[in-house]
């Protein structure tokens, strides 16, 4: 093992992407500017730069910006702060410079700083370091249409992270906070930095073939640079930008004049082979089997049918996860949860499938044998298809041995400058009377740059053999307006009784729901101790979708108030306070009864007062100071119904106490650990006895031998447990009744232990070496460790190899 990781660590550094922590400014000494080179002021509005394109630029991409084609190249300067005050200068200077040859586009950067061993900077595997680093962003809009744009980032260490800004989608829609990216996605790019002791240095190279363009001989791109310092969180932009503005796109500058731009061939071949071997604890003989080694082998293929259209297939597409899904806590919950793609072929080149609801959910797609995608923009119009063969059974037939043919497609056309309406439909079908098909339209609507209004209709017709199909209908519409200091969003939506998703996720159906929320946000002066804060009030409501329409009372509703606060140091306190009301009626009950301890069976019907004005406080502290240790705590108290998770219907009340922390600590360069808890306990407010408990704590440690190598480990407990579901007045058993038989609501418990290790080895995306092992045990008593049962185990390997000519 120890001649490997030596192995990988040389090789690792023979590929172009070295990285040095320099103790010398050398580097930025070497990158002034020549006597042709020309300054464009982002401050001064200077934010047209004809494409500076260079024969032969002979750059290595190495941190240290030596070459002499930097030294005439455009010089892009004048940096003005967006976050957390619009417009104010930089605090600290920052240059880039931008070159293009015949198959790539260049950039260098030199990141001053006058705090000493201020700069922080992790080495890192790929898309590690987010919020952690200090990085700078490029952006690159290669349509200049300011609605997607390539998005390449890279930390001190030259360290890479990649996505796509997509105006309408990516980011963290749920909680309203970060820029639009998909992080998804993964392209082919050179980088290197260095450190030096007044800052950093970055190059970095994006090869043509790795990204797509228009097929026209003179074009524009937008571009936009951005710089975080992490140690205060300021971020500082070449091109100035106001929230005043909804689309942040329409606010970058421009490379001009691109001429006879063309990414040759594009072929990319590859193939994937995995081993594994699996053991479980088989309970009927008493012992640990453990199963032979088993191999798969899969293929993916990309085409560049022109510049700015790709072909994708592939055969037996990999799902070996290198990490499991973190623990969720499930002692109360009420629907399907959500567990995010992670399959390479379908991370790519689907966010054309982004809705304003879930209509394309890509792990629908649960065994795929082989599958297609096809997507690109031409003239106005992106198109994209993504077809596959799922190896799965029909839920409605479960025995039966088939297969389902999954189509989707998407259709969109750019309206104007910024807006833009299309069209999707999804077919997933397993036979001539088995389908499921999903057609719909939507829009979306930039007003006077302020004002967004989005759209969306669909129907769905849905056959599970001999009976008669199903027909359904989806209506969603928001309304947003942006905003430095005032913000407001409302919007909702309606799905019918009948309305079926197969290709997508929709927790509910059969409701119409409609919410709205407005903020202001104060801004502090620059070096202020309170740099931001603001209130908000959130309002909600759901209806049945038949109460909807017959203008009755709401079955769930809540209005919120919170607000939230910004220090100097990168500190944030949030807090809200909620009361929440839900009315059910009695047919909601028709399956459920008491029994007492006598025996006697009972309808129940609980009052529903009891559920009407149930509090709930919330209050969260991230802290992100320090440079070796930072974290985050939130805690909860609220009044929250005990649901039967089958009929949907609150049939108790309890106190619950929830919370999670999480430690992130830096102690070397190369090494990076998270430690973390999650817990809830929920109490019965009728004699205060406990209903549930869960507690999830979860440690991953990292230690990285360079950017391409890495050995983890991830250790994590989960604890939960159930009591049954009893009535809030006599504390009688509650029970579920169907076909004339009724069985007891009981509680479960579990207490999982999991330990999983890998070593990865990858120097650029697609090949890769991974090597793991996972093992799943059981705690006979929660956090005992006395007799711990061997559950299930798993080594597994994977090799593939990214062929691109």
């Known amino acids: 093992m120890i001649e490997l990781l030596a192995a990988m660590t040389t090789l690792s550094l023979g590929v172009g992407q070295e990285v040095v922590a320099g103790e010398n400014d050398a580097g930025a000494e070497r990158a002034g500017s020549g006597p042709d080179a020309v300054v464009y002021d982002g401050s001064a509005g200077q ?107 890279v930390n001190p260490l030259g360290v890479q992270q990649d996505g796509l800004w997509v105006v309408g989608g990516g980011g963290d829609r749920r909680r309203r906070w970060g820029p639009p990216i998909d992080w998804n996605p993964d392209f082919v790019w050179d980088s290197s930095g260095r450190i030096f002791d007044g800052g950093y240095t970055v190059e970095v190279k994006v090869p043509f073939k790795s990204i797509r363009f228009p097929k026209v001989p003179l ?43 063309n990414p040759g061939l594009f072929l990319e071949v590859n193939p994937v082979q995995t081993f594994s071997k699996q053991g479980a ?49 499930r002692v109360n919950e009420r629907f399907a949860l959500f567990l995010r793609e992670k399959r390479p072929f379908f991370l790519e080149g689907t966010e054309i499938f982004q809705l304003p609801q879930q209509l394309v959910y890509t792990r629908s797609i649960v065994n795929p044998v082989v599958g297609a995608k096809l997507q690109g923009k031409i003239g106005s119009f992106n198109a994209g298809y993504l077809g596959a063969l799922d190896d799965v059974a029909d839920p409605g037939n479960p025995d039966e041995n088939t297969h389902a043919v999954v189509n989707l497609f998407r259709l969109r056309r750019d309206l104007g400058s910024t807006s833009n309406a299309g ?27 302020r004002y967004t209004v989005t759209l969306l209709a669909a129907g769905s017709r849905a056959a599970h ?18 905003g430095r200091n005032f913000q407001f969003e409302v919007g909702g939506h309606d799905i019918s009784n009948d309305f ?67 220090f100097r140091g990168n500190i944030t306190v949030w807090g809200n306070y909620s009361r929440s009301y839900y009315r059910f009626e009695r047919d909601s009950y028709y399956s459920l009864a008491s029994r007492s301890a006598g025996g006697v069976r009972r309808a129940f019907f609980p009052d529903q007062s009891l559920f009407q004005g149930l509090s709930s406080g919330t209050i969260f502290f991230w802290v992100n100071s320090f440079d070796r240790v930072r974290g985050n705590v939130r805690l909860t108290r609220s009044e929250s119904p005990l649901f039967d998770f089958i009929s949907d219907a609150p049939v108790d009340i309890a106190d619950s106490w929830s919370g999670d922390a999480s430690l992130n600590l830096f102690p070397t360069t190369n090494l990076s650990a998270e430690v973390g808890v999650r817990h809830t306990s929920l109490l019965r407010q009728r004699d205060g006895s406990l209903y549930s408990r869960a507690t999830i704590p979860r440690l991953r440690a990292q230690y990285q031998f360079n950017r391409a190598l890495y050995l983890r480990t991830i250790v994590e407990y989960g604890s939960q447990r159930r009591g049954a579901l009893l009535t809030p007045t006599g504390g009688d058993q509650v029970e579920y009744c169907s076909n004339g038989s009724c069985f007891d609501l009981k509680g479960s418990e579990s207490n999982d232990f999991s330990f999983e290790t890998l070593l990865s080895y990858e120097p650029t995306p697609g090949t890769v070496f991974f090597m793991g092992y996972t093992r799943r045990m059981e705690d006979m008593q929660a956090f005992r460790f006395r007799d711990v049962r061997p559950e299930a185990e798993g080594l597994f390997v994977k090799l593939s190899y990214r062929f691109r000519g």
Request: proline share 4%.
């Open 219 to 261: 074009q524009d791109w937008g571009l936009q640079i951005e710089r975080r310092i992490a140690r205060n969180g300021y971020g500082e932009s070449w091109a100035p930008v106001t929230a005043n503005v909804a689309n942040q796109m329409e606010q970058f500058g421009t490379l001009t004049g691109l001429q006879e731009l």
């Open 281 to 329: 604890y088989d309970h009927g003989a008493g012992a640990f089997q453990r199963e032979g080694i088993d191999g798969d082998f899969g293929m993916n293929v990309t085409y560049g049918i022109t510049s700015n259209l790709t072909l994708d297939g592939t055969y037996n597409p990999d799902f070996s996860q290198v990490e499991a899904d973190a623990g969720q806590i």
């Open 47 to 153: 934010l047209e730069v004809p494409g500076p394109m260079v024969a032969d630029a002979d750059i290595t991409i190495d941190g240290e910006i030596d070459e002499d084609a930097w030294a005439n190249a455009p010089v892009l300067t004048g940096f003005t702060q967006f976050d957390p005050v619009e417009g104010v200068p930089a605090t600290q200077r920052t240059e880039a410079r931008v070159l293009l040859t015949d198959d790539a586009i260049y950039f260098a950067v030199t990141a001053w700083d006058d705090v000493k061993d201020g700069v922080r900077a992790t080495l890192g595997d790929r898309d590690s370091f987010g919020r952690s680093d200090d990085y700078v962003r490029f952006i690159i809009d290669t349509f200049n249409d300011h609605r997607r744009g390539y998005v390449i980032m």
């Open 500 to 566: 079926e998703a197969g290709s997508g996720f929709l927790r509910r159906t059969g409701i119409a729901q409609m919410q709205s929320r407005v903020s202001y946000n104060f801004r502090g002066r620059p070096g202020d101790f309170i740099e931001r804060w603001g209130p908000s009030l959130e309002a909600e409501g759901l209806w049945t979708h038949d109460d909807f329409w017959a203008r009755q009372r709401p079955q769930e509703s809540s209005v919120q108030v919170g607000g939230s606060v910004s």
């Open 465 to 482: 053999g001999s009976a008669e199909s199903l027909n359904g209908g989806l209506l969603s519409a928001q309304v947003a307006r942006s």
């Open 423 to 449: 069209m999707v439909y999804t077919d997933r079908t397993y036979g001539p009377d088995r389908f499921n098909r999903v057609l719909g339209v939507d829009g979306r609507f930039q007003l006077n740059q």
